[in-house]
């Protein structure tokens, strides 16, 4: 068990430029779900997949950000057009669906820095 | 609808002290309920979780918290802080009807002085 990874960790742009982040998952997890963190405050749900379908999508995932999971296994997030207020930490969770509630593992994050 | 109030945005307590984090939700369905800390620069790690089981649960590094139905209340705590123990608490609600994702309170930074 490696643990949840994420690439890059860190990523600093330019506004209007598009940024893509990738997420490996704790490996035969079949749930991933993907998380925005501004400073001071906690993580946000954005969205997530139960195997290769997009189950959930937060308002916050406005048209400029998509996500994929083509094969169930890693994901990946765009966001085009990057604005300022897409400053954040991007956080990249996964679980394995049992029968009761399962619990999520978080990775360490990419850190966007939209200049 | 669920949500998480995190009663003090930052506690300071002396090593070898108590420690308590407080903790309030709010959900329609009966919800699970999970306390992570985020080192700095680390990624979140699970202390606790609490899934409709023993009330008292008992967690990583000595933590434990009590889940109170008629308080709607789900505290941290530990006998005697470590300095290790210096880092952000989150407070994190889900409803156990059909809906996945967490919410998270604002955190609760935990100062250890020495």
């Known amino acids: 068990d490696t643990g949840v990874s994420q690439d890059p960790r860190h990523k600093i742009t330019k506004r209007g430029q598009n940024v893509t982040f990738r997420c490996d998952p704790i490996?035969?997890?079949?749930?991933l779900y993907w998380y925005r963190q501004t400073l001071g405050q906690g993580p946000e749900f954005l969205t997530y997949?139960?195997?290769?379908?997009?189950?959930?999508k937060s308002r916050l995932l406005s048209d400029r950000f998509s996500a994929e999971r083509p094969k169930g296994s890693f994901s990946t997030l765009e966001i085009q057009r990057t604005e300022q207020g897409d400053s954040a930490m991007y956080l990249c969770?996964?679980?394995?669906?049992?029968?009761?509630?399962?619990?999520?593992?978080f990775g360490p994050g990419t850190r966007l820095t939209v200049l | 609808a669920q949500s998480v109030t995190q009663l003090d945005s930052h506690v300071s307590v002396s090593e070898g002290t108590p420690v308590l984090l407080r903790c309030n939700y709010s959900?329609?369905?009966?919800?699970?309920l999970f306390w992570y800390v985020q080192h700095p620069n680390k990624g979140l790690q699970l202390l606790l979780k609490?899934?409709?089981?023993?009330?008292l649960v008992k967690g990583i590094n000595g933590f434990e918290a009590e889940f109170k139905k008629s308080e709607t209340s789900f505290h941290l705590t530990k006998p005697s802080a470590h300095m290790s123990d210096a880092a952000e608490y989150f407070c994190?609600?889900?409803?156990?009807?059909?809906?996945?994702?967490?919410?998270f309170g604002t955190g609760t930074r935990l100062t250890i002085i020495p």
């Open positions: 969770a996964s679980s394995e669906m049992s029968g009761g509630p399962d619990t999520q593992y």
């Open positions: 609490y899934t409709s089981a023993a009330t």
């Open positions: 490996s035969e997890h079949n749930r």
């Open positions: 959900s329609s369905y009966s919800p699970s």
């Open positions: 997949f139960q195997n290769e379908a997009q189950l959930e």
């Open positions: 994190v609600v889900r409803s156990n009807f059909g809906n996945e994702k967490l919410t």
